[in-house]
Nanobody, 125 residues
Framework: QVQLVESGGGLVQAGGSLRVSCAAS????????MGWFRQAPGKEREFVAA????????DYADSVKGRFTISRDNAKNTVYLQMNSLKFEDTAVYFC??????????????????WGQGTQVTVSS
């Protein structure tokens, strides 16, 4: 089992920055794929960013490219999502996800085996 705990969400003005964190524990050595998704009220959960621990490759949704950066701290077993130039439409609950199979499509929810409980990010216009 793997436990994922997100933190760092909050209220920020449009144009501002925020960093959310995902602390992983348990059998994390098998988790080769780490990702962030988000879900706004009344909408489907959507892919934001992901990286492969084995290849180091990253990928981002078009809507956040150039503004968001996914990174990790191996010593702390923590994954981060740095969000800059935030927009009102970035308002959502942000979820951390982990999976064992980086060969799957990273933007699919089904490619991930474990999920955190989410952290709310609210951007005021």
């Amino acid at each position: 089992q793997v436990q994922l705990v997100e933190s760092g969400g909050g209220l920020v003005q449009a144009g501002g920055s925020l960093r959310v964190s995902c602390a992983a524990s348990g059998r994390t050595s098998k988790m080769s794929l780490m990702g962030w998704f988000r879900q706004a009220p009344g909408k489907e959960r959507e892919f934001v960013a992901a990286f492969s621990r084995s290849s180091g490759r990253t990928d981002y949704a078009d809507s956040v490219k150039g503004r968001f950066t996914i990174s990790r701290d191996n010593a702390k077993n923590t994954v981060y999502l740095q969000m800059n130039s935030l927009k009102f439409e970035d308002t959502a609950v942000y979820f951390c996800a982990a999976g064992e199979r980086p060969q799957l499509v990273w933007s699919y929810k089904s490619s991930y085996d474990f999920w955190g409980q989410g952290t709310q990010v609210t951007v005021s216009s």
